[in-house]
């Protein structure tokens, strides 16, 4: 089961997506990996979404790729006495550590660790921005603020602090017991949210050793200062730019979202864009002109994955809304301006002889009107070369390891397979062949590539390319 276009779907699980008939149906309309957001739900209903995901991989004889998202240190106001308060712009408002129910004049604020790092002046942005605060004075355990956005409040709204490091880690406790329980489900990325910094990168690799991919989500404006170095760090990255767009003027996100692509392009890790994609599909069957050309403004920019949160989660509409991300998807794809803008924004190769091969490669399959590339990979560092590459053909992931192939289930362009160990040159080229026909790639007299690394099974050893004949492999396996 193949997918005609490069570009990946990433779809949020949640209770309009939580069925098996519906998992089923949202693969089927597109999705490549199912991301569970650990902000919501327990620990026993995201291992039964996992069973059920693993159940339908199984079913369908394709690794499906799982991201688990971390919740990390949200800062969220208490409760207040009624179910809303109206603040009113140049009226006075206090946050605090006292847990009573809050009013109009103040609520509980119980994040003692961001008392210690404020400035007067500094605004608080609360409920995605919609209301704005400034500091006035603060103490250990209060804040003084006056208020220059109002609106309506109620419990539990999110808390954004422009222009400020927190001295808090990206991994709360919470994030740290869902860390554990997701690696032991098999968690193929973990996402990090509110990353700030590149140590909150090592923190997590301290945690996860291995286990699982990182993925950087990067939310909060202080994290663009390290972005080369959280990136060096990360195994991929998102650009979730609803807390992004909250703490930095809504000009400034499409420059910073090209931006971030383009870094990571260049360094040959997935990215991916994320939040209020297909918004308007939550509650319609279709959505907004403008949503459609954000979607496709991100695979003209040559992302990995785009991603689906409340739509596929919560929205009335899941399916559809898959289907109409795979739509644009297909039809930007067919545009002759998204291969003049991938070869313009392609990256230039680094002086290695794996890089050398990968390049060789896109050249070799454009000249020759190749049908595939077929890279072997124990780790999966020969098929990201590859697709660092944007080449104008599929890129096939053989590989033997069932980890590898569902991350790479992420990545723009690649068709991951599970296939035993090869232990020959001749065994690989044939099974190339074999590979690239049975999966639907290749027809007889076609032409495809194979890449891999000699001697087999070593990492970053990427440096063999031959070309093959499918007519070949068939007449060779007949007699």
């Known amino acids: 089961m193949r997918r005609f276009r490069k570009a990946k779907i990433v779809a949020t699980l949640g209770p309009s997506s939580s069925s098996p008939q519906m998992i089923s149906s949202l693969f089927s309309a ?39 998202d971390l919740q990390g240190p949200k800062l969220r106001i208490g409760t207040f006495a009624n179910p809303y308060v109206t603040l009113k712009p140049k009226s ?84 740290r017991m869902d860390l554990a329980f997701g690696l032991e489900q098999g968690a193929d990325w973990v996402a990090l949210s509110f990353v ?37 760090l990360a195994d991929g990255v998102m650009v979730a730019r609803g807390d992004l767009g909250v703490e930095m003027a809504p000009e400034d996100v499409p420059s910073i979202q090209k931006r971030i692509i383009r870094q990571c392009r260049e360094a ?11 918004d308007s599909m939550i509650s319609n069957p279709s959505p907004t002109r403008a949503e459609a050309s954000d979607v496709a403004t991100a695979i003209y920019d040559g992302v990995d994955a785009v991603m689906l949160s409340a739509e596929s989660a919560s929205g009335k509409y899941p399916v559809e809304a898959v289907s109409m991300m795979n739509r644009i998807i297909t039809r930007v ?56 590459e944007r080449p104008d053909v599929p890129i096939i992931a053989a590989t033997p390891t069932l980890t590898t192939a569902r991350r790479l289930s992420l990545v723009w362009g690649v068709h991951p397979v599970l296939t035993p160990d090869i232990h020959s040159f001749t065994e690989m080229v044939n099974k190339g062949c074999q590979i690239a026909s049975d999966q639907q790639f290749a027809k007889q007299e076609e032409l495809i590539i194979v890449i891999a690394g000699v001697p087999f099974a070593v990492a970053g050893g990427t440096n063999i390319l031959r070309i093959a004949k499918i007519e070949a492999f068939q007449r060779r396996t007949k007699t």
């Open 30 to 68: 597109g999705v490549d990996v199912f991301r569970l957001n650990f902000s919501h739900g327990s620990h026993e209903l995201h291992q039964q979404t996992v069973d059920i995901i693993r159940t339908l991989e199984k079913k369908v004889d394709r690794p499906i790729g799982i991201l688990m």
């Open 92 to 175: 006075l408002f206090r946050l605090d550590r006292d847990a009573v129910p809050g009013d109009e004049t103040r609520v509980a604020f119980p994040h003692p660790e961001l008392y210690s790092c404020l400035e007067q002046g500094t605004d608080l942005l609360l409920d995605d921005g919609k209301l704005r605060l400034r500091v006035l004075s603060w103490g250990d355990d209060f804040i003084n603020t006056e208020v220059i956005i109002g609106g309506a409040l109620s419990d539990r709204k999110g808390v954004n602090v422009p222009g400020v490091i927190l001295p808090i880690s990206s991994m709360t406790t919470k994030d």
């Open 196 to 232: 700030q910094h590149p140590r909150d990168i090592l923190e997590a690799q301290g945690l996860i050793k291995g286990k699982a991919k990182i993925i950087a989500k990067l939310e909060k404006p202080m994290a663009i200062q390290y972005l080369q170095e959280i990136i060096d």
């Open 268 to 278: 040959g890790k997935p990215v991916i864009v994320a939040t209020q994609m297909l």
């Open 333 to 388: 794809e067919q545009d002759d301006t998204y291969t003049q803008m991938l070869e313009a924004a392609r990256p230039q190769p680094h002086p290695k002889v794996a890089d050398a091969i990968t390049t060789a490669a896109r050249h070799v399959a454009h000249t020759l009107n190749i049908a595939a590339i077929v890279t072997f990979t124990d780790s999966g560092a020969t098929t990201l070369r590859a697709a660092r």
